[in-house]
């Protein structure tokens, strides 16, 4: 009851008994009213919707996954972006690794949601970016229990594949990028580095002002560097949206490896000059740095527009791999609907997760071998051996600052980038690159 009505009925007199009962009836009618318009007050004011769980979960095995499935295995893919067999892996993991993803019954001795029905629940969220209302309908799955699916869904994928699919480049990776990028003309190349814009629709009015950047609105940032394949390598996720390339490479750790000296070293030859730090393709604004190779604004002579030609086409490999995991993901190129900065940053790592483990389940053949669609480069014949081990012996802190100067060194840029225009120039002339 209201503190009005109680006020009201404390204030009137004894005497007149007709008109307290009549002022306590109306109380009672007008909490009635209440509680049922707006949905809110006690447990037992709320209607209880029937949802038939286990038809939900019926209809869901006989579309996908039982042996003869209404759905081919294309439309699978099409609708959950992955294949099967790559669904029901990553469905067990998350079974062993937290019960949430378990079949249970509840205190009423009710048979809950099954594992298949939460996970196509969170996949169907960030495939399509839909809102959460809308998969009552097929999959039989509340809002609020298809917001709390996405987050578990996602904090698992980050805490059990994370460590695989985006781990530092190990010393088998980088040999095999190395080989590949010299096969493009760009030695010691080790990908593209450029930075994404995620809007956040419900950015909390206090942090616009730090959020809103370029865009006029607030965003999040994500810095990645992908390679030729589109494997996103490096995801450093969560700077505003007002900072530009230049702070979040500041802020983020790209090079904390090297600066440490327990990353595996890149070493390769250039027209005769030795070098033993890899370099990324950038756009102008990124700094004049030795491990940063831009291109050329406004060419004057062949060797720099042929060389302008081909870093602009392979910087786009980045490009690429964002608008890949935008397509795949379409949570990603939406504005963000939830509310709490650790919730989109489980998501971005979660999508990128799922876009490396797609791009690895995409070249696995019939017969369980590795195999590139695109070239005859055997992708993972270097590391069948497992992970390599990288010694990781404490570093004196004038080494730390000396590799820092190096990477920073303005006169390693210039001749760097001066002697891959004279090689890629040289196999132009010699028929090998077009």
């Known amino acids: 009851m209201s503190k009005f009505f109680r006020r009201l009925l404390n204030d009137s007199s004894s005497s007149d008994e007709e008109e307290r009962n009549m002022w306590f009836a109306a109380a009672i009618e007008f909490e009635r009213q209440n509680s049922q318009g707006s949905g809110s007050g006690d447990r037992s004011s709320r209607q209880y919707r029937y949802c038939d769980r286990v038809s939900g979960h019926s209809r869901l095995l006989n579309d996908y996954f039982v042996e003869n499935p209404v759905y081919n295995e294309t439309l699978f893919c099409r609708r ?16 062993q690794h937290n019960d949430y993803f378990v079949q249970r019954r509840n205190a009423a001795n009710t048979i809950g949601l099954s594992s298949e029905q939460k996970m196509t629940a969170a996949l169907r969220m960030l495939a399509y970016g839909m809102s959460a209302d809308s998969l009552d309908e097929y999959v039989r799955i509340g809002e609020t229990t298809t917001i709390e699916c996405v987050k ?27 080989r590949k990028e010299n096969q493009r003309g760009f ?15 419900n950015c909390p009015a206090a942090y616009h002002g730090m959020y809103t950047g370029h865009v ?64 990324y393709l950038a756009n102008g604004i990124y ?3 030795a491990t940063i190779v831009q291109s050329i604004s406004h060419p004057q002579e062949l060797a720099h527009e042929f060389f302008a030609k081909k870093h ?18 379409a ?97 132009h002339g010699q028929g090998v690159i077009e």
């Open 287 to 289: 700094p004049k740095w």
């Open 187 to 201: 030695p010691g190349m080790l990908g593209s580095l450029d930075c994404m814009h995620w809007a956040w629709k």
């Open 216 to 279: 006029h609105r607030p965003t999040i940032v994500l810095e990645a560097f992908a390679s030729y394949d589109l494997w996103i390598w490096h995801a450093f996720f969560g700077m505003p949206g007002s900072n530009n390339d230049i702070n979040v490479l500041d802020a983020s750790n790209l090079f904390a490896n090297l600066q440490e000296g327990c990353g595996p070293s890149v070493n390769y030859t250039i027209m005769g000059n030795h070098y033993n730090m890899g370099y």
């Open 331 to 427: 949570i990603v190129r939406g504005p963000a609907r939830f509310w709490h900065h650790e919730d989109l940053t489980f998501i971005m790592k979660a999508c990128i997760i799922l876009h490396n483990m797609i791009i690895e389940d995409e070249r696995v053949d019939a017969n369980g071998l590795v195999a590139m669609a695109s070239s005859n480069d055997d992708y993972d014949s270097l590391g069948t051996d497992g992970p390599v081990e990288v010694p990781r012996d404490p570093i004196s802190f004038g080494h730390f600052m000396a590799t820092n100067r190096a990477i920073r060194d303005s006169d390693t840029h210039y001749a760097l980038r001066r002697d891959i225009i004279a090689h890629l120039w040289t196999l």
């Open 152 to 178: 578990r869904f996602c904090q698992g994928v980050v805490e059990i594949f994370g460590p695989e699919y985006l781990r530092s480049l190990n010393a088998a990776d980088i040999s095999r990028l190395l």
């Open 80 to 95: 959950f972006r992955l294949s099967r067999p790559l669904f029901l892996r990553i469905l067990h993991t998350l079974q």
């Open 312 to 329: 602009e086409s392979y910087r786009k490999d980045v490009e690429q791999a964002f608008g890949v995991l935008q397509a795949r993901f």
